[in-house]
Every structure is written in structure tokens, then in C-alpha cells.
């Protein structure tokens, strides 16, 4: 009864448990280990895709709020500096008129 369904039990003398812990010679090609590697690792891939991905969308939305964030104050800040001052000065000369 070879419940891991190891092909290679009789050439390379493989002792199969249940849970498929083959004691052979590194040529004994399990069936049951080499699909529960597969799956083990296809897992493993999806996970540290899916780390990796939430980690870069984090990274790249931090970096996006701080070059916005400092681009908006920069043009903020240029565009006060040029309304400020014709403002005050419009401000200015229709006191002027008034009190003229």
C-alpha cells in the first residue's frame, strides 16, 4: 500500500508514510511530494505577491501625498505671493479714493 503514491518505492527504496516522509536516495521522485511542494510553493508566490503589492501601493500612495502636498503648497504659495500684493494694492488706492 503506497498511499503517497511514490513511483520510484522499488528502484530507490523508499519508505512511505501517510504523510509522505520518503527516506531515499535523492533520485526517488514522490508523486505526492513534488505536488505538495508545487502547492507549498505556489502559495508562498501568491502571499509575497500579495505583500509586496499592498506594500508598494502604500509606498507609492505615501510618496504621491507628499509630492502633492508639496506641490500644491508651491503653487499655493506662488499664486498668494502674486494676488497678495496687486489685492492689498487695489485695497490701497480705493481708500485712497474715498478718503480722497
Known sequence: DISCGCIWRVSCGCICRVSCGCICRISCRCIWRISWLMQLEDQLSMHLEDQLSMHLEDQLS??????LSRHLEDQLSMHLEDQLPMHLEDQLSMQ????A
Open 62 to 67: 505615501m510618496h504621491l501625498e507628499g509630492q
Open 96 to 99: 485712497w479714493c474715498c478718503h
